[in-house]
């Protein structure tokens, strides 16, 4: 199976300021056919399903405020907000797609410092 | 709008089954597929499988094999997990989320979540 790591585990950021998740995976996700990297970024709120943000890595989602942005390749990606609003506090989770079973990193709890 | 709406919350006892059902509206069920993700309480999310309803083929994560069954009703728009044997460890959220018709896609729409406990 894909193993999906997160760090840090949680970060505390002040409003307006940038907050940045990396995600690791065990196996590379690019997929050489297509270019396309097999990764999603979700942001879960208490009580709340998950929710889409990013999709291939780096594609925001309809309706996901640009102060989200998703980057990077192959087996590292990151997960950055511009400047935090006190609705981004959430835990968020990359998850792999590439191969089953899918698998999801155990999430960062992003809350105001 | 486009969404999946989960059956209630279950409580069963140890070795008993469940089934939960996942109705979708707002779009053509036939072109996409489900995949099923529990949350147990206070940790984080895991998948289960996943379903097209496209044909009906289905991929297990292997812990899942032996006591998962899903099925789509394609009359109703509908998708079902059902799960056998139960444990206590089996106490968690359970969400339906929209995948793509042949899976490997990216997580776009989800369930209200149902939540089974597992106790004696």
């Known amino acids: 199976d894909i193993v999906m790591t997160q760090s840090p585990d949680s970060l505390a950021v002040s409003l307006g300021e940038r907050a940045t998740i990396n995600c690791k995976s065990s196996?590379?996700?690019?997929?050489?056919?297509?270019?396309?990297?097999?990764l999603a970024w979700y942001q879960q709120k208490p009580g709340q399903p998950p929710k889409l943000l990013f999709y291939w890595a780096s594609t925001r989602d309809s309706g996901v405020s640009d102060r989200f942005s998703g980057s990077g390749s192959g087996t590292d990606f990151t997960l950055t907000i511009a400047s935090l609003q006190a609705e981004d506090v959430a835990v968020y989770y990359c998850q792999q797609y590439f191969d089953t079973p899918f698998t999801f990193g155990p999430g960062t709890k992003v809350d105001i410092k | 709008q486009v969404q999946l709406v989960q059956s209630g919350p279950e409580v069963k006892k140890p070795g008993a089954s469940v089934r939960v059902s996942c109705k979708a509206s707002g779009y053509t069920f036939t072109t996409y597929g489900i995949s099923w993700v529990r949350q147990a309480p206070g940790q984080g999310l895991e998948w289960l499988g996943w379903?097209?309803?496209?044909?009906?083929?289905?991929n297990f994560a292997q812990k899942f094999q032996d006591r998962v069954t899903m099925t789509t009703d394609t009359s109703t728009n509908t998708a079902y997990l059902e799960m056998g044997s139960l444990r206590s460890d089996d106490t968690a959220v359970y969400y339906c989320?929209?995948?793509?018709?042949?899976?490997?896609?990216?997580?776009?729409?989800w369930g209200q979540g149902t939540m089974l406990t597992v106790s004696s």
């Open positions: 379903i097209s309803a496209y044909n009906g083929n289905t």
């Open positions: 989320a929209r995948d793509g018709r042949f899976g490997f896609e990216a997580l776009d729409i």
């Open positions: 196996q590379n996700l690019l997929y050489s056919t297509n270019n396309k990297n097999y």
